[in-house]
Structures are given as structure tokens and as C-alpha cells.
């Protein structure tokens, strides 16, 4: 089972929604490195300075590594555009996704994810494989409409996953790393219509790895072999723990 939202007690995932996909992919196709270059100082005041320095002369040292990933990061939100998260992509168009997907990982400019601070803050879901996600075997008006959101707090060894409209479901999660880029998760608490806590049971576990990352997108793979792809929505999301106040 991969990180998201399990909608009840038993472990079952619930939909771990996405904001539409067109509005960044517009935004991505129509940025070059040149662009990038002209946003360094908001980077490093977000990501400090190394991640400014990368954006610098990343183009230059990297064999147009930079030019590459930009044009691999256009072409996968090309090839989610318009399949609803993924619950209406027909065959084809998960083919397409995956095969987007593989090629940008191929160029993942960060090998050790979790040691990185571009893994932290809160990711909105773009599109996933995994049918219990999208709540692709429900009627509709049963299924999140509204984005859905991941925060990762490394340094803490802590996940949140939350629904919004109409459920606001939520789940909080520990994470164990298992590589420079797995982790396995435990889910601890459920959050029912985002109020409601219920204590998670021993068998709501998964595992994740982050196969791409970089300052604003992550693609990540399940434990069940499910596909995620996401963007950055807040940098500043923390997920503190009770006993740190």
C-alpha cells in the first residue's frame, strides 16, 4: 500500500485527489532554464542557498541536464492532462504517463531524496495509478473533488495525507527510511471528516520511494507498484509533533 489516505480503519486507501493538471502544465511547457535562472533569489530564500546555486549553473555543468528535465517535466504533465488524476485515463493514456514518467526519473538530479530539504513541505497530487486512490470503482459524488494533499516532515520521520472538499478526510503517518529514497510508512491516526480521530490498526502500512525530485515536482512508486506525481504547494509545511511544544 503506498502513502495516501486510507479511508477507514481497515487499511483501505481512500482518494489522494489532484488539482487539474492543465494549469501547471501550461506553466511548465513555457519554462526554460532562462526563466528559472530569473527566480534563483526566491529559491534560496525558500530552499536555501545551494539549491539557488544549482539553479545557476545547473544548465552549465550538467550537460543541458536542466534543459532535459524541463522538456521531460512539459511531456508528463502533457501526457496527465485531461485524464482527471488518472480516473478517466484509458490504457493508452496510463502507457503514455509511465513512459513520461520513466524518462524523467532517468534524469532525477537528486539520488538521495530524503537527505535532501527539496523532499519537505506540502505536495499536491497530479495524477496516481491506484484505483483506491481516485475511488475509481465508486460513483462520483462519493469521490473527492477537491485537491488533496501530502506533507513529508523528514526530519521528524512524518507523513500527512488530507483530503478537501467534500470529506476533509486526513491520516498521519510515521515514516522508517530504508534507503536514500524509501521509507516505510505506518499510519497512526485517521482523521474522519477531518475531525473525527481514529487510531490507526498495525496492518494500515505501505511504503514509498521518491524516484524523482527536484524544487517543484516529485514522482514517487508504491509498494503495489502504483505511480504518483506531484508538485510543490507549501515549502513551509511542518509536521510537528505533540511532545516538541
Known amino acids: 500500500m503506498s502513502v495516501a489516505i486510507p479511508r477507514v480503519p481497515g487499511g483501505r486507501a481512500s482518494s489522494f485527489n489532484a488539482s487539474p493538471a492543465a494549469r501547471l502544465s501550461s506553466r511548465a511547457s513555457s519554462r526554460l532554464p532562462g526563466a528559472a535562472r530569473a527566480r534563483v533569489g526566491t529559491r534560496r530564500r525558500q530552499c536555501g542557498g545551494p539549491v539557488g546555486t544549482r539553479a545557476i549553473f545547473g544548465g552549465i555543468f550538467d550537460g543541458g541536464g536542466s534543459k532535459r528535465r524541463e522538456a521531460a517535466k512539459a511531456a508528463l504533465l502533457e501526457a496527465i492532462e485531461g485524464t482527471q488524476r488518472g480516473v478517466a485515463a484509458s490504457e493508452e493514456d496510463v502507457a503514455a504517463v509511465e513512459a513520461a514518467a520513466s524518462a524523467l526519473e532517468r534524469l532525477n538530479p537528486n539520488r538521495s531524496p530524503l537527505a535532501s530539504p527539496l523532499v519537505n513541505g506540502e505536495w499536491e497530487l497530479l495524477y496516481t495509478t491506484s484505483a483506491s486512490i481516485l475511488g475509481a470503482n465508486k460513483p462520483w459524488f462519493l469521490r473527492p473533488?477537491?485537491?488533496?494533499?501530502?506533507?513529508?516532515?523528514?526530519?521528524?520521520?512524518?507523513?500527512?495525507?488530507?483530503?478537501?472538499?467534500?470529506?476533509?478526510?486526513?491520516?498521519?503517518?510515521?515514516?522508517?527510511?530504508?534507503?536514500?529514497?524509501?521509507?516505510?510508512?505506518?499510519?497512526?491516526?485517521?482523521?474522519?471528516?477531518?475531525?473525527a480521530p481514529v487510531d490507526a490498526p498495525p496492518s494500515a502500512r505501505g511504503a514509498l520511494d521518491v524516484t524523482y525530485l527536484d524544487d517543484e515536482m516529485r514522482v514517487s512508486r508504491g509498494d503495489r507498484g502504483n505511480l504518483f506525481v506531484l508538485r510543490m504547494h507549501d515549502r513551509d509545511v511542518e509536521l510537528p509533533r505533540p511532545e516538541d511544544d
Open 145 to 195: 473533488s477537491g485537491p488533496i494533499y501530502q506533507t513529508i516532515d523528514v526530519g521528524r520521520l512524518r507523513a500527512r495525507n488530507r483530503e478537501t472538499f467534500p470529506f476533509f478526510n486526513a491520516v498521519d503517518a510515521d515514516l522508517t527510511p530504508t534507503s536514500r529514497s524509501a521509507v516505510n510508512v505506518q499510519f497512526v491516526k485517521f482523521f474522519i471528516l477531518g475531525v
